[in-house]
């Protein structure tokens, strides 16, 4: 009997020109350390990790949390968290670009506080520029299906729509938008935000989800390094069972023979 | 000759002068110019070029650095 490995039956991802077996992508946020971090990343099998810019602490030491991460391993996705409008969005992505050679960015612009919602008027403008500006943009979005389709026509690499608020670990609150967007892309799409379980992330994936993108749900876990693991194996067989093909639901069908029963029949 | 700068938001006062490159300043400031990007009045400035940017006074200066974030 032959064994397979998974990443042998499974697809590669391609976002722009670049190929990616793991469709799990993790955010580095909210990890107890940087040691926790990077063994939870490993523990993942990720090979895209987010990242974000804030302004460096003049009056105490600063950790450098990128020395963590083997940039050899794992690509970098720096996202303008923080930004409130495009043109803040646009300065980060900038600055994000400057500090690490690349030019892939998660656009999030979230002007309201309290659920962290997207804009989408202000993201859609922010992708124009930076697309034009040689940009690789992944948007991060609300589950909105017309803006998916603007942000693809103008040239994004994905399309990032959340499952529910960000941090919030309550899974698939958009699904019934999230299955639009996914029938009707023809760019990635990467299920982002609110994930909470790899229950979540499996359901994602065996919708047609290309990948999945967890932080909260692993780094506050009791055990995120263990966490990480469940997640890579969720998103794996999410994965598997979208392409292998679900068996359709019925209202009932027997799996034993309905024939030979113990019994004679009358 | 004490010139000001602002640093990150915050105004920082140099008496004996302004260190004379922004390379010159993060090493004064115990700064990894490695490990931060740089913006001097909204233009960013490109790491290669922190020994050769000059610093005036009243200048406002972000020096920016990744972090964990999702």
Not at chain 1, 61 to 74: C, H, Q, S, V, W
Not at chain 1, 95 to 115: F, H, M, Q
Not at chain 1, 155 to 162: E, I, N, Q
Not at chain 2, 25 to 45: F, N, P, R
Request: glycine share 8%.
């Amino acid at each position: 009997m032959r064994c397979l490995e998974i990443l042998d039956i499974m697809q590669k991802l391609k976002i722009a020109d670049k190929e990616f077996d793991s469709r799990l992508f993790v955010g580095t946020g909210k990890f107890a350390s940087n040691q926790v971090m990077a063994e939870a990343i490993e523990a993942s099998g990720t090979q895209m990790v987010t990242v974000a810019l804030r302004r460096v602490d003049i009056d105490n030491e600063n950790d450098d949390m990128l020395a963590a991460i083997d940039r050899t391993k794992y690509q970098l996705l720096p996202n303008t968290s923080g930004a409130r409008d495009a043109d803040e969005a646009v300065r980060l992505s900038r600055l994000a670009r400057a500090a690490s050679g690349i030019a892939w960015v998660k656009l999030e612009v979230t002007p309201d506080p309290y659920y962290l919602l997207p804009d989408g008027t202000e993201t859609l403008k922010a992708a124009e520029i930076l697309v034009k500006d040689g940009f690789i943009v992944l948007p991060y979005i609300n589950a909105d299906p017309i803006l998916a389709k603007k942000l693809q026509d103008v040239g994004c690499a994905t399309v990032m729509p959340l499952a529910s608020p960000i941090g919030s670990n309550r899974g698939l609150n958009t699904r019934a938008a999230i299955e639009i967007i996914i029938e009707q892309a023809t760019v990635p799409v990467v299920v982002d935000a609110g994930l909470g379980a790899p229950s979540h992330a499996a359901e994602a994936m065996e919708m047609g989800a290309d990948a999945v993108l967890v932080n909260t749900a692993i780094a506050t876990a009791t055990q995120p390094i263990e966490m990480a693991r469940a997640f890579k194996m969720a998103a794996e067989a999410g994965r598997i069972a979208y392409e292998t093909g679900l068996a359709p639901k019925t209202t009932a069908s027997a799996s034993s023979p309905l024939t030979g029963f113990l019994r004679d029949e009358t | 000759m004490s010139v000001t700068l602002k640093i990150n938001g915050q105004g920082k006062t140099f008496e004996q002068g302004l260190p004379q490159t922004l390379a010159v300043l993060l090493d004064e400031m115990k700064i990894d110019a490695a490990t931060v990007v740089a913006e001097i009045d909204g233009q960013i400035i490109e790491r290669a070029a922190f020994a050769q940017t000059e610093l005036k006074e009243g200048q406002s200066i972000e020096l920016i650095r990744f972090v964990g974030g999702g």
